[in-house]
């Protein structure tokens, strides 16, 4: 079993909807990244959380320690906004801890 | 601009050829790391670093040689390419410790035929 799942694999929205992608993970963290990545791009961080909630613009990532779980959320989405999104978390500072463990991505096609 | 510089973007290398795929970055961050990318497996790390002449091995090294003689450059080495080596590859930087993210190159997609 992988240590950072997300779902759903593939989702597929009309422009404005609400979206909603979830990320479970399986070990102790100190800190989750959600992930950017556009068709044939390069890869930006959108937030990094090690509680409660963010928000920037239309997105909001929120996670719950407790339930290892996180989620990000597209207020109003856009077809600009289809990309790949991916999870990924850090279990501690040092070595080996601070590697980033990843979700294999889900991958957002919004429609106009 | 800031950032982390990823050179060559696109490669097409023969089986049993060598190439060094370039990194660097101007944050003076730490950490960093190769990742290789493949349809349905998520980002794997290759090797990491977390800082000048100190380096280590992630999930996939065989076949990918680094070092890491300055903190700017982290270069990672194919000394033998083999078609299972043909992916996207991603360099990624970071300061360590709790509150810092982490700044992605472009990526480099090589081709071994």
């Known amino acids: 079993k992988n240590e950072v799942e997300q779902s759903p694999q593939n989702l597929t929205a009309q422009e404005g909807e609400f979206i909603t992608i979830n990320c479970s993970y399986s070990?102790?963290?100190?800190?989750l990244h959600w992930l950017q990545q556009h068709p044939g791009g390069g890869i930006v961080s959108l937030f990094m959380?090690?509680?409660g909630k963010k928000k920037h613009g239309r997105l909001i990532a929120t996670i719950n320690i407790q339930e290892k779980h996180s989620s990000l959320h597209i207020t109003a989405s856009h077809p600009r906004d289809s990309a790949v999104y991916i999870c990924?978390?850090?279990?501690?500072?040092?070595?080996?801890?601070?590697?980033?463990?990843f979700g294999k991505g889900t991958k957002l096609s919004v429609k106009p | 601009n800031a950032g982390v510089t990823q050179t060559p973007k696109f490669q097409v290398l023969k089986t049993g050829q060598s190439m060094t795929l370039q990194c660097a970055q101007d944050m003076n961050h730490e950490y960093m790391s190769w990742y290789r990318q493949d349809p349905g497996m998520g980002l794997r790390l290759i090797h990491y670093s977390v800082g000048a002449g100190i380096t280590d091995q992630g999930e996939v090294p065989n076949g990918y040689n680094v070092s890491r003689s300055t903190t700017e450059d982290f270069p990672l080495r194919l000394l033998s390419a083999a078609p299972s080596q043909t992916s996207v590859y991603f360099c990624a930087s970071s300061y360590i410790g709790r509150v810092y993210g982490y700044t992605f190159g472009s990526g480099t997609r090589l081709t071994v035929v």
């Open positions: 959380l090690s509680s």
């Open positions: 070990v102790g963290i100190s800190a």
């Open positions: 990924a978390v850090k279990r501690g500072y040092g070595g080996s801890q601070g590697n980033l463990i």
